[in-house]
């Protein structure tokens, strides 16, 4: 089966500092991997995503990923953060295997202080 | 561009009643999928559709019907509703029929309670 761990329910983070979201994964075979955001009362909206290729991944609003294959890990970077930042991010996976099943984690609450 | 359309925003139902909510996407996206998100828990797939007339079960199916009668719209039925089905339900389509490749698009979410 495959599962998504985001072991941090929330991640606060001063404006203008780096902020790092975290996400391991379990798969059977190489995966796929995709970060949405959701800000409150929306449906949640595309960042990134990760197929194959290069490991750092570059996305929307500033966003980055590094799929790191031995440590199993796909976390959501951006250098610099914003007060608009502040939602709560899901990571994604499915396996190659299962084409239609997309599995995703709990979520993190970023909140990004003045 | 419309997107992606849920109705209704919010409905409160009694244990037992039945109703549908709609979903209707103006991007001639073949995949649709309904998913709740429970807090805590994520969102979880109910049902998915690759096309008109083909519908599949996803990981938490029990207490809900779909059909795809058009490209546009997905219906998710709750023939008996109970407690349990509190939740905030997500319809989300992709251009492809693979679905789960292509970047997903989502609704607004429909906030159904039931008493």
């Known amino acids: 089966a495959q599962s998504v761990a985001q072991p941090e329910d929330q991640v606060n983070v001063a404006e203008g500092n780096p902020l790092t979201v975290k996400c391991t994964y379990s798969?059977?075979?190489?995966?796929?991997l995709f970060w949405y955001v959701q800000y409150p009362n929306r449906g949640l909206q595309f960042l990134l995503k990760?197929?194959?290729?290069?490991?750092l991944v570059k996305g929307s609003y500033g966003f980055e990923a590094e799929f790191n294959k031995s440590q199993t890990s796909f976390h959501l970077k951006k250098p610099s953060a914003l007060v608009s930042d502040s939602a709560l991010y899901f990571c994604?996976?499915?396996?190659?295997?299962?084409?239609?099943?997309?599995?995703f984690g709990k979520g993190t609450k970023l909140s990004v202080i003045p | 561009n419309a997107g992606v359309t849920q109705t209704p925003k919010f409905q409160v139902l009694k244990t037992g009643q039945s109703m549908t909510l709609q979903c209707a996407q103006d991007?001639?996206?073949?995949?649709m999928s309904w998913y709740r998100q429970d807090p805590g828990m994520g969102l979880r797939l109910i049902h998915y559709?690759?096309?008109?007339?083909?519908?599949d079960q996803g990981e938490v199916p029990n207490g809900y019907n779909v059909s795809r009668s058009t490209t546009e719209d997905f219906p998710l039925r709750l023939l008996s509703a109970a407690p349990s089905q509190t939740s905030v339900y997500f319809c989300?389509?992709?251009?492809?029929?693979?679905?789960?490749?292509?970047?997903?698009?989502f609704g607004s979410g429909t906030q159904l309670s039931v008493l």
């Open positions: 989300a389509s992709s251009r492809s029929r693979q679905g789960t490749n292509e970047k997903l698009f």
């Open positions: 798969v059977s075979g190489n995966p796929y």
């Open positions: 990760y197929i194959t290729g290069d490991n």
């Open positions: 994604a996976v499915r396996a190659p295997t299962r084409g239609y099943q997309l599995t």
């Open positions: 991007m001639n996206h073949e995949y």
């Open positions: 559709s690759v096309g008109a007339g083909i519908t």
